[in-house]
């Protein structure tokens, strides 16, 4: 690291490709796993997560926009490898889409309609993946409404896939499995309706909290996002203790100074020392995406022992209280995410905190923060 980026993510690939092991295992052999990589891998960097996703046995990427379809299909190793866009594009952006091959899903009458279009002028069949909305109340074709069938048979060389998005599979409440039960009951009934009529396409449905909890939708395939990278999809008691985190956030103690008791740390003087204390200073802040929540209620690590953050989070530096390390000094390597010696801070407590998901946690990590790879 150069003096700039005394703060960076450590991304342990060797830890993504076990997790990616470790939903194979869960929903066995015979049902496919797309890898989901949108949002820069959720911040961990998508071209090498892309690599170790299907280094490690995945069948399909899945990302969110055309650019981050296209930046992938545009490397020659990505060249062949199935891709769907799981969000809603625009029939402008078709035809590249279908250029380059690459899936996507269709929620509306207008883009069905743009892409068969586009189809039938090219002389080759899109892939389109039908999207249901069952409950979560976002893009879709709603449960109940069959418009888009009568077109799909007509072009049923075009529909590869059928799918919906769940809501509160990652819930444990009697009412969140039971809305997850609904959505499948819902979804079952189109699939049900899509195969009399001859439609044959890959079923899909289960994200990270459905395939460690709901077992009847892994369908053909699945699609575990949150997982990969090593959490949970909720901030509930561990569902998985096999996987293993991906990224470590570290700094270092970029300055040591003694307060006495009476002086105050940071802007808005939030924090007001009672006896003197050893206050290091670390240069990382929320201009790196380290979340201002975190002012006066969480630890870092430093010799392998948690220390409290004292004052209000800065835009680039954070100060935390060193006196009961007395051997800590300038350069001492910090971390905020992870695991140093024994000691642990978990995505998923930072998240509770931080009044978050863990999935926020690591997507809002800006690009000052150098990605520093790893394996092992």
């Known amino acids: 690291m150069t003096k700039q980026n005394r703060s960076y993510v450590e991304v342990n ?6 997790n990616v092991g470790v939903a194979r295992s869960r929903v066995g052999a015979a049902v496919k796993l797309m890898a989901v990589v949108k949002s820069n891998a959720y911040g961990h960097g998508v071209l090498p997560c892309a690599r170790a996703a299907m280094q490690a046995g995945a069948d399909a990427l899945g990302v969110a926009t055309a650019a981050e379809a296209l930046e992938l ?10 891709i769907l866009v799981m969000a809603p594009t625009t029939p402008d952006e078709a035809r590249e889409l279908q250029n380059a091959d690459v899936a996507v899903a269709i929620g509306g009458m207008e883009l069905l309609a743009a892409h068969l279009k586009i189809a039938a002028e090219r002389g080759k069949a899109a892939r389109l993946h039908i999207q249901i909305d069952t409950g979560i ?5 709603r449960f109940d409404d069959l418009s888009w069938l009568d077109v799909a048979v ?12 769940f809501a ?4 444990i409440s009697a009412d969140e499995i039971a809305f997850t039960n609904l959505q499948c009951d819902r ?6 309706r899509a195969r009399a009529e001859g439609l044959m396409p890959v079923i899909h449905a289960a994200n990270s909290g459905a395939v460690l909890r709901h077992p009847r939708a892994h369908y053909d395939m699945v699609r575990p996002g949150i997982m990969l990278y090593g959490a949970e999809p909720a901030d509930q008691p561990q569902l998985c203790p096999d ?4 990224a470590t956030l570290h700094s270092e103690i970029g300055s040591i100074k003694v307060v006495q008791p009476g002086d105050s740390i940071s802007y808005g003087r939030q924090y007001t020392a009672q006896r003197e204390e050893r206050i290091a200073v670390l240069p990382i802040g929320y201009g790196d995406g380290y979340p201002r929540k975190f002012s006066n209620q969480f630890h870092v690590l430093i010799h392998g022992r948690r220390v409290p953050i004292r004052g209000r989070v800065c835009m680039d530096q954070i100060m935390v209280d060193v006196t009961g390390i007395p051997d800590a000094q300038i350069g001492d390597d910090v971390v905020l995410y992870g695991r140093q010696g024994e000691a642990e801070i978990r995505l998923e407590e930072a998240a509770k905190v931080s009044g ?6 690591t997507c809002i990590l800006t690009q000052r923060l150098p990605r520093v790879y790893t394996n092992g």
Do not use: C, W
């Open 13 to 18: 690939l060797a830890a993504f490709r076990h």
């Open 73 to 82: 299909r545009n490397l020659v190793e990505f060249a062949k490898t199935p």
């Open 137 to 141: 109340g976002r893009d879709g074709f």
């Open 154 to 165: 007509k072009h049923r060389g075009h529909v590869e896939g059928l799918f919906q998005h």
């Open 168 to 171: 509160v599979a990652d819930g």
């Open 187 to 192: 979804f079952d009934a189109v699939v049900a």
């Open 243 to 246: 996987l293993m985190p991906v």
């Open 356 to 361: 978050t998901i863990s999935y926020e946690l």
